[in-house]
Every structure is written in structure tokens, then in C-alpha cells.
């Protein structure tokens, strides 16, 4: 268990819904990021939080935003959804915000998208 | 820009085999390198890493060594076990103070028999 908790499991919705995916990280990390892993496109980096600002962006869609609460969960949130959305979706967390920092995986939310 | 490419996979070995998944990367300067080991039906976790040129990283019998001539970072082991069945991913987290977004590549699955 990596301390990282994300909710929910599982989702299955429709083209063209939002849905909100949630991210508790480890006791004391003030950073968060989100990854999509997906058959096409493998495992990408989205956005990435620290201390509830946004720190650095990936390759995350116009349809898709994100935040840092001051409680320091995190919510990605993903819009007119689309069949190609369906993916697995990571978020980590770590103590800093760098790359000598561990990153820490939580189990993943599995979205599909009918 | 950044990048990393590893062997095309599903790698299946006998089990006590010798195992390499070779990793090479693409970067602007001297990246931070690790490996990520990823069960089935969980997310991921850190195998090993190396913050600079010719450090080797060293975890549960596997091994890397940063090997900045070659932009390589190759996966070695001396003997696998059944348990060591997963997907690998090798992935670069850029030279920066300011992030510690990971790059993958697309990851190669072993597999390893009784």
C-alpha cells in the first residue's frame, strides 16, 4: 500500500458526460501528479501540483482540468467525454516537487467511456 | 525533446534466467532515470533509480547503472523468479528544480515460468 487513495475504482459513463476523479496522497507530500495510461498512448504525464498551484502541464487535454484543494487532495476532472478518454488514470504524490523526489502511485481509477 | 524507448516486449524467461529489458533515452542535459514496476491490478512502483551519470541503482537483485555515453539505463537481473512476472517501466524525469514529472517509455512485460 502506497498511502496514495484514489476513488473511485472503477467508472463507466457515456460519450459526452464529466466525471470527477479524486486523489487523497500520503501523509505530509505536497505534491500531486496525474498520468494517463492508455493501450494507444502508454502511460503520459498530465499536470502536476504543488502545495495546491499548478507546478508544470503535460500533454492534458483543453477538456480536462484539475486543482489542488488546501487540504492538499487533488480532483482531475475530464469533459465532454469521449470513447478515446477510456484510460487508466494514476495519480502520485511526493514530499517535493522535483525530480529527486519518490513518487508515490495510487492504484488508478478505470474509466470507460461507452 | 525527451524521450524513452525499451525493448519491444512480452519477455517470457525460464525461471532462475538472466534478465535484461534495455532502456534508452532522449534528453536536454543530465535527467534523473528509474525503473517503475507495475502488478497486475495495481499501480505503479519504484524499482530502482540513478540521479547521475554512472550511478547504479540496486533493488530486490535488480540493477541499473546511468551510463550517460550511451544515454542508456538497461535493466539486469541474475536471476528471475515467478514472482517477477509484471510490466517494467523505464522513464526520465528532466533536469529541473521546479518539477518532477516522469516521462515512460511503453513498458515490457515479463513473464516468467516455472
Known amino acids: 500500500d502506497s498511502g496514495v487513495t484514489q476513488t473511485p475504482k472503477h467508472l463507466i459513463t457515456a460519450t459526452g458526460q464529466r466525471v470527477t476523479l479524486r486523489c487523497s496522497p500520503r501523509s505530509g507530500d505536497l505534491s500531486v501528479y496525474w498520468y494517463q495510461q492508455s493501450l494507444d498512448q502508454g502511460l503520459q504525464f498530465l499536470i502536476q501540483y504543488y502545495n495546491g498551484e499548478e507546478r508544470a502541464k503535460g500533454n492534458i487535454l483543453e477538456r480536462f482540468s484539475a486543482q489542488q484543494f488546501p487540504d492538499l487532495h487533488s480532483e482531475l476532472n475530464l469533459s465532454s467525454l469521449e470513447l478515446g478518454d477510456s484510460a487508466l488514470y494514476f495519480c502520485?504524490?511526493?514530499?517535493?516537487?522535483?525530480?529527486?523526489?519518490?513518487?508515490?502511485f495510487g492504484p488508478g481509477t478505470r474509466l470507460t467511456v461507452l | 525533446g525527451n524521450s524513452v524507448t525499451q525493448m519491444e516486449g512480452p519477455v517470457t524467461l525460464s525461471e532462475e534466467a538472466f534478465l535484461t529489458i534495455n532502456c534508452t533515452y532522449t534528453a536536454t542535459g543530465y535527467p534523473s532515470l528509474f525503473w517503475y514496476v507495475q502488478y497486475p491490478g495495481e499501480g505503479l512502483q519504484l524499482l530502482l533509480k540513478a540521479t547521475k551519470a554512472d550511478d547504479k541503482g540496486s533493488n530486490k537483485g535488480f540493477e541499473a547503472t546511468y551510463r550517460k555515453e550511451t544515454t542508456s539505463f538497461h535493466l539486469e537481473k541474475g536471476s528471475v523468479q515467478v514472482s517477477d512476472s509484471a510490466v517494467y517501466f523505464c522513464?526520465?524525469?528532466?533536469?529541473?528544480?521546479?518539477?518532477?514529472?516522469?516521462?515512460f517509455g511503453q513498458g515490457t512485460t515479463l513473464q516468467v515460468k516455472p
Open positions: 502520485a504524490s511526493s514530499l517535493g516537487g522535483t525530480s529527486y523526489n519518490e513518487q508515490f
Open positions: 522513464a526520465l524525469s528532466p533536469l529541473s528544480s521546479n518539477t518532477g514529472k516522469l516521462i
